[in-house]
Every structure is written in C-alpha cells, then in structure tokens.
C-alpha cells in the first residue's frame, strides 16, 4: 500500500462493496484494508492468528524477525499516507499503525506458544482448531509423522531425507504422483492419499516434519511431539524458531535442505530424549486448548451483534 493511489484504490473498492451490500456486521480476516475503511462505522470483528493480526494496542510495531530489507517508510510516515485516503473516503484517521487491526471484538486463533506479540497481547486466546479434534500426549513414542503439501513431491531432496531416515513415517503430500508412490514403495516411509487424522495419527509419533504451518505445528505441541521443521517463509521461520528456542525440535529452510541434513535431523530429534521432555512441557502448558473451537466462540461474537 505504499505505491502512489494504491491504498486509495483498495479503499474505493471496499467502499463499493459495503455500500452496495449494507452490511449489519463486517467480519474481517486478514483485510486491513477492510479494517480501516469500516472502523468505527460498522460493527467489526477482526480475526486471524498472532501472526497476521497485531495487537491494536500497541504504540508501534516491534520486530519480530531480522531485518534483511531496509524500511520504505517510517511508521508515522506511513500513518500519514494512510489517512489521507482515510479522510477522503469519511473513514477515521489513524494515530498509530497498529491501529489498521482496531476493532469492536477480536477473534484469535492461535495459542500463546505462537504469538509473536504475546507480550503486548490483551486479546483472548481462542485456540486453533485442528479437523477431527485435537490431539493428546502417549507416554511412548516411536516413528514420525510427515505434513508438506503438493509441490515438495518435486523436491527430492525432502523426498529422499525422508526415505534416508531409515524410521517409519506416516506422511502426506495431497493428490500423491506416481513417481512419489513409486519412490516410496516398499520403503519405511507409508504414503497417505487422504489427509491425516491428527487427533489418531499424530500422538505417540517421535518426530513430526513439515514446514511450519500453524496448524500442524500446534497439533504437534498438543501432542507433546518433537519437530522438524522446514521453513520458507516469515510465519513459518517464527513458528520455527519458538520451537527451537523451546528446545522441542530443529529447523532449517526449506529450499536449502539436502537428504542428509534431513535424514540426520530427522534421526536426532527422534531419539532425543530432552527434545521429548521439552514437547511435552509444551503440551502441558497449552493443554488448555485441546479441543479448541475458535469458530463456534467467534460465532457467538457475531451473534451478539444483531
């Protein structure tokens, strides 16, 4: 939104969209766009994880993450270009950046582990739901468990890591090919072709791969397992990191990995025992949100608005 007229545009567009629908709540995920132009004017509920929605109450932004790129703007700078559009269009000005997530209810879907800002935060908790219901610890572990979508079965890097292992893994790539079937065939690593029930799957794994998401990376906390997690971009490399700093797994990029590396992780972080102790320190602390159900909460907010 930095670019001359493009938050302006992105403010038009929303404008006629609301004008024309007249809604009696906005419900707003990820859209500070949105947020701003109805803040104030319409009844809102911003949702998202720790991530992508900020604590409004913030004075600024803190990093969160090692800056490789330099700043295009500064914070006030950046408040200034945006209320200029935000007057034109009858929307209220801004006083400080945080405020874009500024809203009458707040939905967050994460647990505390993975919030970025959990030092500023005073918005609930809400959890992350996980399809099938959560996951709970098993004293005993063995084998691992593995999440990457699609494209990684290109990756024969992961791929043959995986296989390298030389430990039964459950693993899942969606629609699989039939050159990954074939690679897998006869080996120790089992193949799914439908998506894993994590609440059956994943307890008593000893090590769980993939590349950092949310949900799987929660589902694994739950469970007490261990990670290994391949991470490519910002949320995934902080999710990464919480895990690591905790002493529940390792990680790396993902476009940089190579078979051994992940082999040898993989066979590391399943026979570590102090990895072990420190996941299921993890799952004590949230085990509060086992069985989470943000929707069905965030739900019971929007009601409360008609």
């Known amino acids: 939104m930095i670019e001359e007229g493009a938050f302006a545009a992105r403010l038009a567009g929303w404008e006629n969209i609301i004008r024309g629908f007249d809604p009696h709540l906005i419900i707003a995920d990820y859209s500070p766009g949105l947020n701003l132009f109805a803040r104030g004017r319409w009844p809102l509920v911003v949702v998202g994880n720790g991530y992508t929605m900020p604590p409004p109450e913030m004075a600024f932004f803190p990093p969160i993450a090692k ?16 209320n200029r559009d935000l007057v034109k269009t009858g929307a209220r000005p801004i006083e400080r950046l945080p405020q874009l997530n500024e809203a009458d209810a707040y939905g967050l879907r994460t647990i505390p582990t993975f919030d970025p800002y959990r030092p500023h935060r005073l918005q609930p908790y809400l959890g992350v739901e996980i399809p099938g219901g959560s996951p709970t610890p098993l004293t005993m572990a063995s084998g691992g468990i593995a999440y990457f979508h699609e494209d990684t079965q290109l990756h024969d890097k992961v791929l043959d890591g995986l296989l390298g292992a030389n430990t039964d893994i459950m693993a899942y790539f969606g629609s699989p090919l039939r050159r990954v079937a074939k690679k897998f065939e006869g080996s120790r690593v089992h193949l799914s072709a439908t998506p894993l029930k994590l609440r059956d799957d994943m307890p008593g794994k000893a090590v769980a791969v993939h590349k950092g998401g949310l949900g ?16 490519s971009h910002e ?23 190579n078979a051994s590396v992940l082999s040898e992780a993989i066979g590391r972080v399943a026979a570590s025992s102090a990895m072990r102790e420190q996941a299921m320190l993890l799952a004590e ?21 008609f």
């Not at 799987?216 to 991470?231: E, K, N």
């Open 67 to 82: 800056l490789n790129r330099p700043l295009y703007a500064s914070e006030p700078e950046i408040v200034d270009r945006l």
């Open 216 to 231: 799987f990376a929660t589902a694994a906390v739950l469970a007490g397992v261990p990670q290994v997690l391949l991470h």
């Open 285 to 305: 602390e949230n085990s509060g949100f086992r069985n989470a159900a943000p929707a069905e909460t965030i739900a019971g907010m929007a009601a409360k608005f």
């Open 235 to 257: 949320e995934n490399w902080f999710n990464a990191n919480v895990i690591v700093r905790a002493g529940a797994g390792v990680s790396a990029r993902y476009k940089d990995v």
